[in-house]
């Protein structure tokens, strides 16, 4: 990766692909490698195809769903928190399944993203009971869905407080 990035020849490509790509709304933003992103242990062993349209030589593969809710949870975004609800939504994905996921995804080496995958768990874990709980036929009022107060997005979404040593000169801020 260190040499992809260092090629000053794939920036350029990324600048013309993103060029080429801007009238469809669509951007290529991130190249991660699988080291750097939250996965199970066997993550790209449980890859899922992608339909490719008939092209005989283009295959398209994605993560399976609990691999792809691992890697939604490095950025604390509203939209993949939506997009993890629409995935726990399309099929059944236990607490435990969630848990086992969590203690047994690689570590991020990226600190602030090693805090930010830590403090989402309980998020997907809420996200997960209730999107269960309608599945089984509960109603969103029945089940952990957030009422009545206008902050329960912020609230729930909000990253941990970090402490901090004071006996550090420089603190890299979160």
Known sequence: MARIESDGQFWKAIELTNKSLESSGLYLSHLFTDRQIALTPNGLDRIVAIPSGGYRFLLLFRPSSLDLILTKMMRN???????????????????????????????????????????????????????????????????TAHPVDPDWWSKLTRPPTVERDKGKDREVEL
Do not use: H, Y
Request: net charge negative; no cysteine; hydrophobic share 35%.
């Open 77 to 143: 975004d509203r939209e993949d928190l939506e997009d993890i609800r629409f995935i726990i939504s399309q099929g059944e994905i236990s607490q435990s399944e969630l848990d086992m996921a969590f203690a047994s995804s690689r570590p991020l080496e990226a600190p602030e993203l090693r805090t930010i995958f830590v403090g989402m768990q309980p998020v997907v874990r809420k996200i997960a009971l209730e999107m269960n709980s309608i599945r089984n036929g509960k109603s969103r009022s029945e089940s």
